[in-house]
T-cell receptor, first 111, second 113 residues
Framework: TQLLEQSPQFLSIQEGENLTVYCNSS?????LQWYRQEPGEGPVLLVTVVTGGEVKKLKRLTFQFGDARKDSSLHITAAQPGDTGLYLCAGAEAAGNKLTFGGGTRVLVKP | DAGVIQSPRHEVTEMGQEVTLRCKPI?????LFWYRQTMMRGLELLIYFNNNVPIDDSGMPEDRFSAKMPNASFSTLKIQPSEPRDSAVYFC???????????FGEGSRLTVL
C-alpha cells in the first residue's frame, strides 16, 4: 500500500497571507490529484497532475508535481476565508485505478 | 445531471445491528469506490469496482463488512454486526475514466452506540 503523508496537518493564517501544503511519498505515482472538502460534503477535485515537474495554476492556487512523481505541493497566494477547508492529495498507482488519499491538511483562513 | 446519491445521510444504530448503506453512481461512470472517513484515520479506501466487478477489497476491515454492485446504477455496503468502532462517515464515489475526476456523494454518517 502506497502511503501519502501530508504536512502540515493544520494551518491557521490571516486573510491575505500565503500558504503551502505538502504531499510526500516514497512511492512513484502515475498521477496525483488535489481535492478540497468542506464540512458535511464530499471532497471536490481541484486539479490532476500527471507529468513529473508539472506546474498547474488555478487562479490563486499553484500545484506542482515533483520531478520524480513522488511528491506534490499546493500553494495558495493571498488566501481568503473562502479557501478554508480540508485539502487532500490523492495518488494513483501505475494501473491508475486505485486512488489513495493522504491524511489531509486542515486550513483555516481568518478574516 | 444528478451527482452521486447516497442513503441514508445519517444512521444511528445499536451495536450488533445490521447496517446497509446505499449508493447510486453517476450514470455512465464505470468505476465505483467506497471510502470511510474518520478524524483519526482520514479517508480510507474500502473497496472499488470496475464495471460492477470488485477489483480490490483489501481495505475492507474484516468479514463483518461486505459490498455488492448488482448493476451499474446501484451499490451497497453492509456491516453485520455493527460495532462502535465502525462509527464514521462513509463515502461513495464514482469515476468515468482513469485517472479522471472522482465524484463523491455527500456521505452517510454512521453512529454505532
Amino acid at each position: 500500500t502506497q502511503l501519502l503523508e501530508q504536512s502540515p496537518q493544520f494551518l491557521s493564517i490571516q486573510e491575505g497571507e500565503n500558504l503551502t501544503v505538502y504531499c510526500n511519498s516514497s512511492s512513484v505515482f502515475s498521477s496525483l490529484q488535489w481535492y478540497r472538502q468542506e464540512p458535511g460534503e464530499g471532497p471536490v477535485l481541484l486539479v490532476t497532475v500527471v507529468t513529473g515537474g508539472e506546474v498547474k495554476k488555478l487562479k490563486r492556487l499553484t500545484f506542482q508535481f515533483g520531478d520524480a512523481r513522488k511528491d506534490s505541493s499546493l500553494h495558495i497566494t493571498a488566501a481568503q476565508p473562502g479557501d478554508t477547508g480540508l485539502y487532500l492529495c490523492a495518488g494513483a498507482e501505475a494501473a491508475g485505478n486505485k486512488l489513495t488519499f493522504g491524511g489531509g491538511t486542515r486550513v483555516l483562513v481568518k478574516p | 445531471d444528478a451527482g452521486v446519491i447516497q442513503s441514508p445521510r445519517h444512521e444511528v444504530t445499536e451495536m450488533g445491528q445490521e447496517v446497509t448503506l446505499r449508493c447510486k453512481p453517476i450514470s455512465g461512470h464505470n468505476s465505483l469506490f467506497w471510502y470511510r472517513q474518520t478524524m483519526m484515520r482520514g479517508l480510507e479506501l474500502l473497496i472499488y469496482f470496475n464495471n460492477n466487478v470488485p477489483i480490490d477489497d483489501s481495505g475492507m476491515p474484516e468479514d463483518r463488512f461486505s459490498a455488492k454492485m448488482p448493476n451499474a446504477s446501484f451499490s451497497t455496503l453492509k456491516i453485520q454486526p455493527s460495532e462502535p468502532r465502525d462509527s464514521a462517515v462513509y463515502f461513495c464515489a464514482s469515476r468515468k475514466t482513469s485517472p479522471g475526476e472522482l465524484f463523491f456523494g455527500e456521505g452517510s454518517r454512521l453512529t454505532v452506540l
